[in-house]
């Protein structure tokens, strides 16, 4: 089994987001998320929010192999800038970049001047600058009048050396995964693991993927897999913390995110999190460690190293 992981909600300072992903990396890590485009966390802490691109680049440049990922939000780029700066990075470290984008907003992204967009706008903007995307890492020049992209013969320099860069599409809903059977080569899977639920994603993304002629299995899956690595199982302490960090997912009872999340000793979260990635088709499922301290995320990235257990080192590529 391949195990990404992941760091978000802006709990550590750069120093120790820094070490943390090095010490991932020589445990032989593929692939590690951190906090990607968000504006301002509604929170009174003073704690440093860092740049999620900012900090994604440098990641990589301090870094020797590990994929480094974090989310794009496509109202908070104009999508020929965007498919610029990603093309950069993979000019200078190729395959090092883990490209995930999504349409999601910000309760505050207002006070930054970004647009408060309805669901459905926000979707076609998404499908919009993925359609530019494509074009510009193709070399094309692309001339796109659409509602929210419009470009007359942009064309980004250098163009990657693989042609087209993998784009990973974070989704839950049928509109949004209509975009990931439209443009994504990976289908982050926005859900709990939970496996009726996934498994009723999936279908809706086959059925997109069958009205554009398009094989749903070609499109690789992975999904953030809420861990806690706690030799107490304190499955109650777990639940919170997830409700903590999972807002939008409050309308998912208990009794169904309860058995969803991966708590025990490190020997049982490995095991689980092999048997979640099996059940729902994950090629790389990710131990969401989101919202430990750098402490406790230290303990849990040595807990679950590659080589334990059956844990894949292969470096995983996109």
Request: charged content about 25%; aromatic content about 6%; glycine content about 8%.
């Amino acid at each position: 089994m391949k195990l990404g992981l992941a760091l978000s909600w802006h709990q550590h300072r750069w120093e120790d987001l820094l070490a943390l992903v090095q010490r991932a990396d020589a445990l032989g890590y593929p692939a590690i998320f951190v906090d990607g485009d968000i504006s301002m966390l509604d929170s009174a802490s003073d704690r440093d929010v860092l740049d999620g691109w900012t900090a994604t680049t440098a990641l990589i440049a301090h870094s020797r192999r590990i994929q480094v990922g974090s989310i794009r939000l496509v109202h908070h780029w104009n999508a020929a800038r965007l498919a610029q700066a990603v093309a950069t990075v993979e000019r200078q470290s190729p395959g090092r970049l883990h490209f995930l984008i999504a349409s999601g907003d910000r309760p505050h992204d207002g006070r930054f001047g970004l647009p408060r967009l309805p669901v459905g706008e926000r979707i076609r903007w998404l499908d919009e600058a993925l359609t530019a995307l494509r074009g510009l890492w193709r070399g094309e020049s692309v001339t796109l009048d659409g509602r929210y992209v419009k470009l007359q013969r942009a064309r980004v320099r250098p163009t990657p050396a693989r042609g087209a860069l993998p784009i990973a599409v974070a989704a839950g809903r049928s509109r949004m995964l209509e975009v990931v059977a439209a443009h994504a080569d990976r289908w982050e899977v926005n859900l709990p693991a939970i496996p009726a639920r996934v498994q009723r994603a999936a279908a809706a993304l086959a059925a997109a993927c069958e009205r554009r002629g398009r094989d749903p299995d070609a499109i690789a899956r992975s999904q953030w897999i809420f861990t806690r690595v706690d030799d107490a199982h304190d499955a109650a302490a777990a639940l919170a913390d997830y409700r903590r960090w999972n807002p939008w997912f409050d309308a998912i009872p208990d009794s169904e995110i309860g058995p969803a999340l991966v708590v025990g000793g490190a020997d049982h979260c490995r095991g689980r999190l092999a048997e979640l990635a099996e059940q729902l088709k994950l090629d790389l499922p990710v131990a969401d460690l989101s919202g430990l301290d750098a402490a406790a995320a230290e303990r849990a990235i040595e807990a679950l190293a590659p080589g334990k257990s059956g844990v894949d080192a292969t470096i995983w590529t996109s």
